[in-house]
């Protein structure tokens, strides 16, 4: 069947992040036809960064089918407001203020236009065409530089009343504790779960044991890959660092789930690449939290989308949420 054929659905993917921007034509099938990248911080100004997307865009669309045979554009942004089609005061990226980004991109692309934060985007996409198919209520955790996440109820997204709800990576995990690098808050799950926080904790611990394998690094080389890499040839310290990082994650996912009763949590991004070393003690400080009536019910996995091209799905699916 051509893509003519199948004409409505089909959607634009856009996401933009602090320093590039990915985007890409995604049919119904939850399959990339074609893709692209351009730099976010290149364009000061907002309609030049919009100008510059439509240059790239619009030969893919004429390869794929004219603009008529695209349902819309699917974007997530950081910040973005999915009720308002806006993007607000969004710290990393060059364009400050309230953006009116959905209608801008309405107004150059002729096609309407829904735009919502990227972890948001993200659990859409793994209920379109991840290991979310078919489920209704559960919580999408991206674990990457940040701590972002996205629930799903009743087979709806939360956005609460203003569409910014869902921001579960800054509840605070530990009262009084780690301060957050950027929003000076005490203690939020994001200061230890995140690539970041792994970092952190990684740099105390290697201090406090000098025979750890860690400390074979330079300071600016420890990260969260440098800690799998020790952990993989069994290195204590290393091992310590993600089992006490996986028993912060659980501590919160177990405070979620009495919160939403998921069928399922979701976990996506770079940090998940340490397996095991961080799914074990996360299931088990979960599932310790939990009441008895929510114990055992709640499976706990790693997303099945290709962490290329998650993003511009998740984006996608914007489009077909409705």
């Known amino acids: 069947m051509s893509l003519i054929d199948l004409s409505r659905q089909v959607a634009l993917g856009v996401d933009i992040g602090g320093t590039n921007t990915k985007f890409g034509i995604v049919n119904h099938r939850g399959e990339v036809l074609d893709k692209g990248n351009l730099r976010t911080d290149a364009y000061e100004k907002v309609e030049d960064f919009i100008d510059a997307l439509y240059e790239q865009v619009y030969p893919l669309m004429e390869k794929h089918g004219t603009e008529k045979h695209f349902d819309g554009i699917g974007v997530g942004a950081p910040n973005a407001n999915y009720y308002k089609g806006t993007i607000e005061l969004a710290p990393n990226l060059p364009w400050k203020g309230v953006i009116?980004?959905?209608?801008?991109m309405t107004a150059k692309f002729?096609?309407?236009?829904?735009?919502?934060?990227?972890?948001?985007?993200?659990?859409?996409?793994?209920?379109l065409f991840g290991a979310a198919r078919?489920?209704?209520d559960f919580i999408m955790i991206t674990l990457g530089t940040g701590v972002g996440s996205g629930i799903i109820a009743n087979g709806n997204l939360i956005y609460g009343h203003d569409g910014f709800a869902g921001e579960l990576g800054h509840t605070i995990v530990k009262p009084g504790g780690r301060k957050h690098w950027s929003t000076g808050s005490e203690g939020s799950l994001e200061a230890y779960a995140s690539a970041t926080g792994i970092t952190i904790t990684a740099k105390k611990m290697r201090a406090e044991f000098p025979e750890s394998m860690l400390n074979q690094y330079?300071?600016?080389?420890?990260?969260?890959?440098t800690v799998y890499e020790c952990a993989m040839k069994e290195d204590p310290?290393?091992?310590e660092v993600f089992r006490y990082t996986g028993q912060k994650l659980g501590e919160a996912l177990?405070?979620?789930?009495?919160?939403?009763?998921?069928?399922?949590?979701?976990?996506?991004?770079?940090?998940?690449?340490a397996g095991d070393f961080i799914l074990k003690p996360a299931k088990l400080h979960m599932e310790r939290n939990l009441l008895p009536i929510f114990r055992n019910k709640v499976k706990l996995v790693?997303?099945?989308?290709?962490?290329?091209?998650?993003?511009?799905?998740?984006?996608?699916?914007?489009v077909w949420e409705k």
Do not use: R
């Not at 990227?118 to 793994?126: Q, S, T």
């Not at 330079?218 to 890959?225: A, G, L, R, T, V």
């Not at 962490?307 to 984006?315: R, T």
């Open 254 to 273: 177990a405070n979620f789930v009495m919160f939403s009763s998921p069928q399922a949590i979701l976990l996506f991004g770079g940090v998940i690449k």
């Open 100 to 104: 009116p980004f959905a209608e801008l």
């Open 302 to 318: 790693f997303s099945e989308l290709d962490e290329a091209d998650a993003a511009i799905l998740g984006a996608s699916a914007l």
């Open 237 to 239: 310290i290393a091992i």
């Open 218 to 225: 330079p300071e600016e080389e420890i990260n969260s890959k």
């Open 110 to 127: 002729g096609l309407p236009c829904t735009v919502t934060n990227d972890a948001n985007a993200a659990a859409l996409g793994e209920m």
């Open 134 to 136: 078919g489920m209704k």
